[in-house]
């Protein structure tokens, strides 16, 4: 069983900067595959970043991509997601999620879920 816990998710003024961690404990987890998805209002959750597990690839959706950057500390077991040029539209909790083999941007893939943490932009 793996548990996911993330954290720094704050009040940010649009064009701002935050930087999400995710702290992994209860199982090794070299293999899995490790996600950051956003739950907005009124919208489905979305796929942010992604981790591979199979290279240590990081993808990105266009939505985010040049804004956003995921890594991870393998002797930590975190990963983080910094986010800049923050917009309204990131509003939402910020989720961690993983799972095992090489997983994509679909919520449905990933087995174990973080609690979240909340972003909100706004001037």
């Known amino acids: 069983q793996v548990q996911l816990v993330e954290s720094g998710g704050d009040l940010a003024q649009p064009g701002g900067s935050l930087k999400l961690s995710c702290v992994a404990s209860?199982?090794?987890?070299?293999?899995?595959?490790i996600a950051w998805f956003r739950q907005s209002p009124g919208r489905e959750r979305e796929g942010l970043a992604v981790?591979?597990?199979?290279?240590?690839?990081?993808y990105y959706p266009d939505s985010v991509e040049g804004r956003f950057t995921m890594s991870r500390d393998k002797a930590k077991n975190t990963v983080y997601l910094q986010m800049n040029n923050l917009k309204p539209q990131d509003t939402g909790v910020y989720y961690c999620?993983?799972?095992?083999?090489?997983?994509?941007?679909?919520?449905?893939?990933?087995?174990?879920w973080g609690q979240g943490t909340q972003v909100t932009v706004s001037s």
């Open positions: 999620a993983t799972g095992a083999g090489f997983l994509g941007f679909g919520d449905y893939e990933y087995d174990f």
């Open positions: 209860g199982s090794e987890l070299d293999g899995y595959t």
């Open positions: 981790i591979s597990g199979t290279d240590g690839t990081a």
